[in-house]
């Protein structure tokens, strides 16, 4: 069993233990990533991480909270503005993971359609982007490690390799960091606003009378204002507080501007050749005692209407699982994925791969699902994009990380855009014949109490001359 080191051990333990990984270098070490861990104390990653100096910071956190990381800086990062092919990204970055250490994850996300940003407050984040973190904590299971990931290149001299990564180290920190207030609080904009909000839905209720659309699903995007900057991931420890059941995730690529969420819902895992997913779609809020929660599970499990919207995110994927598995195994009955203040129907699936198909055909043809776009898929994008009016950028878009022999995706749903001092907050709600304005309104409310709530102490302070409109 490894020794956990103590923070003032660290230092000298993680010296040695990169320079021995640079003295062993051999022939067959060049191109690819190599890795040195070791056991250290347990602590408080989103804390070891706001402490760091570094503009580029990666968080991640599934959904069982088995596994969680933090990252640092960059020792490889692949980004585009072009509109992404799946194969061409996927080839890349497994080009760079054939030979590394299976411990080694790109970490990253992509926009949620394939056009190109049409939001200046997305530009940082391209159309896509992925990182291998240089320094990173983490704690898998109750053990929890140091790891410098260092990619070794054949035209590098690996004497001035490892003293800029022994530069960078001397940066890291391993102080407490104190958690700070939240700057002062301003206003609240929604986009659309309640009167655009009822022109939406009526204008989506009239593609389903002209036979356009069976569902969509239309997000509204929420703008809170403060006084000075915000700190992502000071918002992002803020948030984990309400939700224990939930993937959490953090790209921060420059000093005030990240994409951060909490999101329920998986687009899929795989193990080698097996893959994992589910179905998640209709929504109620959680009980205030048992006997109120049980009712309103009843209420979702037997409402024609958010069955019928789950049913059409059950049929796609089925659909799509079979066309890429061999086998295919459906959770036989619904059941309710409960959360810290909602519920949502659920159906997992689980099957194995045909040969030859990889992460980049399993994300062509799984995103969007109809949890997120619509049924049929091509008419309710383009009806999004016409309705909406605001650029989704990452939101609703694929998250997750890729190492060399598996990968975990979750749909970047109930996030936000931290960008220098507004909180932009995205959330959307699943149109169906039978949909009404004033019931997705108050379901969107609910989505983004999470953030609401991080942010509620700032908001409910009084703000001299100025009113708030939550």
Partial sequence: MPIRLAAAEIDSAFREALTDLFENLGPGDHNRFLRVQVAIEGMDLLQWLKNQPSDIKTYWRDREGRFE??????????????????????????EYLAQADPRVRYYGGMRFNRKHASDYRWEVFSSYHFIVPLFEVIRDGDKTFLACNVLVRDDQDKNSALQKIRDVWKRISFNAAEHEPLPRFIKRTDFPDKSRWHQNIHTALRAFSENKLEKIVLARRTRMEFEQPLNPVELLWRLKLNNHRAYYFGFQFNERTAFIGG??????????????????????????NREEDLRLENDLLNSEKDVREHRFVVDSIGDTLSELCAVVDVEKNLSVLKLSSLQHLRKTFRGVLKKGQSDACILARLHPTPAVGGVPSAPAMDEIEKIEGFDRGWYAGPVGWISRNDAEFAVGIRSALVYENALYLYSGAGIVQGSHAESEWEEIENKIAGFMSAVEQVVAEPQPGKASVI
């Fill in 69 to 94: 990381t933090a990252g640092v800086y960059a020792a490889d990062s692949v980004s585009g503005a072009l509109v992404p092919e799946y194969h061409a990204l996927m080839n890349r970055l497994k």
């Fill in 263 to 288: 999101t329920p819902e998986q687009l899929y895992r795989r193990e080698g050749n097996n893959i994992f997913t589910e179905a998640v779609a209709g929504t109620r809020r959680r009980g205030h």
